[in-house]
């Protein structure tokens, strides 16, 4: 089983800014892909950032140039970074992380975290 705890939301004024944290934790071997999605009140859950083992990014169209994202790899965390907050972003965000188990054949995972709530408003 491989645990992700999401920390680091709340309430902020439009404009202001947020970090968010995700660790993960448990039986694992190596984490290649993380990444933060978020889901507002009556909307589908949607990407909003990723990052690969190597440090390669990307991003939502919608975040570009006001969020980012960052991981150590030696503690199997994950960051986001999030400026010029605006009401919009206001949301239940979500680490996701895939990967490979210790053991035979390498099984891989993909886990998800509980999600914290961001909430952006004056």
């Known amino acids: 089983q491989v645990q992700l705890v999401e920390s680091g939301g709340g309430l902020v004024q439009p404009g202001g800014s947020l970090r968010l944290s995700c660790a993960a934790s448990?039986?694992?071997?190596?984490?290649?892909?993380m990444g933060w999605y978020r889901q507002a009140p009556g909307k589908e859950r949607e990407f909003v950032a990723g990052?690969?083992?190597?440090?390669?990014?990307n991003y939502a169209d919608s975040v570009k140039g006001r969020f980012t994202i960052s991981r150590e790899n030696a503690r199997n965390t994950v960051y986001l970074e999030m400026n010029s907050l605006k009401p919009e972003d206001t949301a239940v965000y979500y680490c996701?992380?895939?990967?490979?188990?210790?053991?035979?054949?390498?099984?891989?995972?993909?886990?998800w975290g509980q999600g914290t709530q961001v909430t952006v408003s004056s």
């Open positions: 996701k992380a895939d990967g490979l188990r210790p053991g035979w054949g390498k099984p891989k995972f993909e886990s």
């Open positions: 448990g039986s694992i071997f190596s984490i290649n892909t």
């Open positions: 990052i690969t083992s190597g440090g390669s990014t």
